[in-house]
């Protein structure tokens, strides 16, 4: 697989340029250079993972926390406790909480948040996990008792996700532009295309234990100026680097701190299995084939990338190994096609501006070419893509991360009914309907793994590999984390040191 220009761009810009003497100075605020910038800031009404970077833990908080290690502790509730059959769960909520408008939280907020979520007018893309609520009641203003129509094994995970954020029945109509939360950070200001600013609540429950007074997230899609901004002291850290090229540059300055780990994000060769050819096995099967993971990683990620077989992370531990399924053959690609009779079969890739899915579609542009398709790259905005693709399904293949833990039941029509991918298998189904009914991992962990095993049988997507979580930020900033089992960049516990 031959090596692309990138390398050579970035390694540029990092080489000289310096880094802003007064950029340590403010030890109360940090700037974070994030790719994305969220279409909206209340993200139990849009899909887009942008938006949980920016306010999940900041602004907004849930009953539950999701720790970096994908434990799951207190937050907004103090503790609870599940029925044995786990369908009855009862909430202790904790006191003294407000919200940014000073008004009191409760667990009527609680009730009303999830209600809503679950309205069959909500476009909350975890609404299944609300109208999975039979019933919301709240005995006192600190107690919740949610009874299920099934049992959900991941429930008290699902709700420290931020599509469960508590908001207010006053302000939720305004929160996609002016949020209010209970969080240790208020909203400020956002400068479209810019910037969002957040400032610390003067709401909050524990003033002290926040050390920072502002939070400042630029947005930067290109890699080359996402070094640069770093260099400059624009910014203080980026949590999600794109550019992997420079990663060895950075940790050979002493100025900045690398750090390397995990996340739960399944990168896609996403297709429309109801487009023609696409709908038939064999063309998705020739897709497959025709995929060099490695030399995507190699080649696209500078070598980060776990590669993976099905829709599941390898650190999980129902994950099974399904990368030989599809070993990198070309001329079985070639086969297919020809069985298939797709050959010269026109496809588009339509791409958002994430940098591993731009260059991974330069890649599999060639890879796919070589066997026997003629393939167009379009390049989209993130709100084009959003909309275009994600929402309207108008797109024969993209390229993806898919960030959310626990998500293999997003092939399932009851849990995501119209998702993009239009992929419908009644086995598949049942698979996932028993698994998450299941409370017993060891249970649990068979069902997940047949249901890997037909995803890749199928061969409803490419998959390529896990995204890698690399985060760059200057020497002195400290809390920040190193993994990321939920898509957050949550300051709570950063200060400068």
């Known amino acids: ?152 094994a991941y429930f008290p995970f699902r709700i420290g996700e931020n599509t469960s954020v508590i908001t207010s029945d006053k302000t939720a109509a305004d929160n996609s532009t002016k949020p209010v939360g209970t969080g240790p950070f208020k909203f400020d200001s956002w400068s479209k295309g810019s910037s969002v600013t957040l400032v610390k609540a003067d709401t909050y429950r524990d003033p002290a234990a926040i050390k920072l007074n502002k939070l400042t997230f630029k947005f930067i899609a290109d890699p080359a100026a996402a070094v640069a901004a770093l260099m400059a002291g624009d910014v203080d850290a980026f949590p999600t680097m794109g550019a992997y090229e420079t990663i060895d540059q950075f940790r050979k300055d002493n100025r900045f701190t690398v750090t390397v780990g995990s996340t739960e994000g399944e990168t896609l060769l996403s297709i429309n299995n109801k487009r023609k050819p696409l709908d038939d096995v064999r063309v998705r099967r020739a897709i497959s084939y025709a995929l060099d993971r490695q030399g995507i990683i190699d080649g696209a990620m500078s070598g980060f990338g776990i590669p993976i077989g099905s829709h599941f992370p390898p650190h999980n531990p129902a994950y099974v190994d399904l990368t030989k399924v599809y070993e990198y053959t070309p001329d079985k690609a ?100 028993k698994a998450e009914a299941t409370l017993d991992p060891e249970t649990r962990k068979p069902l997940l793994q047949d249901a890997q095993k037909i995803l890749a049988e199928d061969a409803v997507n490419g998959f390529l590999f896990v995204l890698p979580k690399v985060a760059i930020y200057k020497k002195g900033l400290t809390g920040m984390w190193q993994n990321a089992p939920i898509f957050v960049n949550d300051m709570t516990a950063v200060s400068w040191q």
């Open 1 to 152: 697989m031959r090596k692309f220009w990138y390398a050579a761009l970035a390694v540029a810009a990092l080489a000289g340029a310096p880094l802003a003497a007064d950029a340590q100075a403010k030890k109360d605020s940090v700037a974070l250079g994030l790719v994305l910038e969220p279409p909206v800031l209340d993200p139990t009404v849009n899909p887009a993972a942008a938006i949980g970077e920016v306010v999940h833990y900041n602004l907004f908080e849930t009953l539950t926390k999701i720790h970096e290690n994908g434990t799951v502790g207190p937050l907004l509730a103090d503790s609870w406790t599940a029925s044995p059959d786990g369908k009855t769960w009862t909430f202790k909520l904790k006191s003294g909480v407000k919200f940014h408008d000073g008004s009191p939280f409760s667990s009527a907020d609680v009730k009303s948040s999830f209600t809503r979520y679950g309205a069959d007018t909500s476009t909350n893309k975890n609404k299944a996990t609300f109208s999975n609520m039979e019933k919301i009641e709240t005995p006192d203003a600190q107690t919740v008792v949610i009874t299920l129509k099934a049992a959900d």
């Open 334 to 433: 070639r086969a297919l096609l020809k069985e298939a009779n797709a050959v010269g079969t026109e496809v588009t890739l339509r791409l958002p501006p994430p940098a591993y899915a731009r260059r991974s579609g330069e890649i599999i542009a060639t890879l796919l070419t070589d066997v026997g398709f003629k393939v167009k790259i379009e390049n989209l905005e993130w709100a084009a893509w959003l909309d275009q693709v994600f929402k309207n399904r108008n797109f024969d293949m993209t390229i993806i991360s898919h960030v959310e833990p626990n998500d293999i039941n997003i092939y399932s029509t009851k849990v995501k009914p119209g998702y993009y991918f239009n992929y419908e298998n009644p086995k598949f189904e049942d698979l996932i309907t």
